[in-house]
């Protein structure tokens, strides 16, 4: 535009005089190439910029094939044939991509995890089947065990992109060794000298049981494998929202989360994540006219590459802190960790609600059975089914809430150094440098 205009101007003048036509000519050079300067500039900034917000540079990816980066220098547990077979499994291409070939620019990944409870997981791809907007995004269902009855259901979505992944460490994948029950292992609190067993007990004297920890070990091993080992979302910047296999979602959900996500660094700059609903998982919401920023909850949670590169750095803490539950350690050890306040930002209107009335392990054959049919009273209402958030709403915050937080020392359950080191390999399966170890 500049040299455009400088030209026209020297034509119109029609000045003869060639010192001045070259003086002119030195002029235009000259602001041509500190425009370009310029610009070589920013896009350098750029690039540097980009490279620190997400730290993706400063660390070498060990392999493109992650079977092979599993195998490389990891001291994980020896694999048997059906281990093999669901990690081969997990390379299969999503579902579904020729109903629908592309997706949405500002997706969010929507990760399910389940264990074993199909009557529940039934009513959780119904309401997803509901959501707007949902065909426009991946959904990742991610398995602890394989149990046909949660497949087939699995099978039989139709309304968006859907990739299984199954957690090929799981206890459950091993009937007799570790991960899974091994006979030669201490169990309650058998003193491992004596009974010449092997084990570490926790710090209340108790001995691993692989169907408790498995909990941990998958949530770990599927947020490592989601953001940094598959070819579908390795290269996803955007959020990721997270579920569980009890978790109703309501229909306006996505669309309500991609508004929370585009106003959080305007609103919020304090909050982290994005969430469906409040961390009290008993409240529907306050129904105010205003937005909410609370502590960190565990349904319905979202956030991106940035933070989970701040949560895997924390790998150490995570995996050595003696509570057999994912969410209370992150309450516990990894947000503290971040040196200042951990935010979540949400609607005053839950978009999310857990329903199930049996416990993880429960319900799974044991004496003390949890039974219930999945019969769930969730109201939908008409303010449920369009987005119920406004964007000139303040942000109303919650400074002293109840809940675990730094200084608890731990419900125990995870004590034994092999699942301690299981889930340290699961931080560098992916990874060639960082500081963790193996
Ligand atoms: C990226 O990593 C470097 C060194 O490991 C660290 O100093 C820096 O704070 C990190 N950046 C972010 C945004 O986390
Ligand atoms: C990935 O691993 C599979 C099986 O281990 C192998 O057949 C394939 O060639 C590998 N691909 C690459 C790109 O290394
Ligand atoms: C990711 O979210 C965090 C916390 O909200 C924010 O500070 C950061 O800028 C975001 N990163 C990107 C790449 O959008």
Redesign the pocket.
């Known amino acids: 535009m500049l040299y455009r205009h400088m030209v026209l101007t020297y034509r119109k003048s029609r000045v003869k005089d060639a010192d001045v036509r070259r003086l002119v000519l030195i002029a235009v050079l000259g602001v041509f190439l500190l425009v370009l300067l310029l610009r070589t500039n920013t896009i350098i900034e750029l690039v540097t910029r980009y490279s620190y917000e997400t730290n993706e540079s400063l660390e070498v990816r060990i392999?493109?094939?992650y079977?092979?980066g599993v195998k490389m220098g990891l001291n994980l547990p020896k694999q048997n044939e059906f281990s093999i077979s669901l990690e081969?499994r997990n390379?299969m291409p999503p579902r579904n991509l020729d109903l629908y070939p592309k997706l949405a620019k500002d997706h969010v990944v929507i990760v399910l995890y389940v264990h074993n409870r199909p009557q529940y997981l039934r009513i959780v791809v119904d309401s997803l089947s509901r959501v707007s907007g949902i065909g426009e995004t991946l959904l990742i269902v991610s398995h602890d065990g394989f149990f046909e009855g949660m497949n087939k259901i699995v099978e039989g979505i139709k309304f968006c992109q859907v990739k299984q992944i199954f957690a090929p460490y799981s206890p459950h994948v091993f009937p007799n060794g570790f991960p899974g029950v091994s006979p030669s292992d201490c169990k309650e609190k058998d003193d491992h000298v004596k009974m010449k067993c092997e084990g570490t007990p926790d710090q209340y004297g108790n001995h691993r049981s692989p169907k408790i920890v498995s909990l941990k070990h998958h949530w770990w091993w599927m947020m490592n494998t989601v953001w940094d080992g598959l070819k579908e979302t390795k290269g996803h910047f955007g959020h990721i929202l997270f579920i569980e296999e009890d978790h109703f979602i309501y229909p306006n959900a996505y669309r309500n989360l991609q508004l929370l996500i585009d106003l959080k660094p305007k609103k919020c700059p304090d909050c982290y994540a994005a969430n469906l609903a409040p961390s009290d998982v008993k409240s529907r919401g306050e129904g105010w006219e205003s937005l909410v920023a609370e502590r960190m909850g565990n349904v319905g949670y979202s956030f991106n590459r940035t933070v989970w590169r701040k949560i895997h750095r924390k790998a150490r803490e995570f995996c050595s802190f003696d509570d057999y539950n994912w969410d209370i350690t992150m309450w516990a050890t990894v947000y503290p960790s971040f040196g200042g306040p951990v935010y979540t930002l949400r609607g005053p209107r839950t978009s999310a609600v857990h329903f199930g009335k049996c416990g993880l392990h429960q319900g799974q054959g044991e004496k003390s059975a949890c039974i219930d049919n999945g019969v769930v009273n969730v109201e939908v209402g008409d303010a449920d089914k369009v987005p119920n958030i406004k964007s000139d709403w303040e942000v109303y915050v919650y400074n002293r809430q109840d809940g675990y937080k730094a200084g608890f020392r731990g419900w125990g359950g995870w004590g034994d150094i092999r699942d301690r080191q299981l889930c340290l390999n699961f931080a560098n399966m992916y990874w060639a440098s960082e500081s963790q170890g193996v």
């Open positions: 392999n493109d094939n079977t092979l081969r390379r």
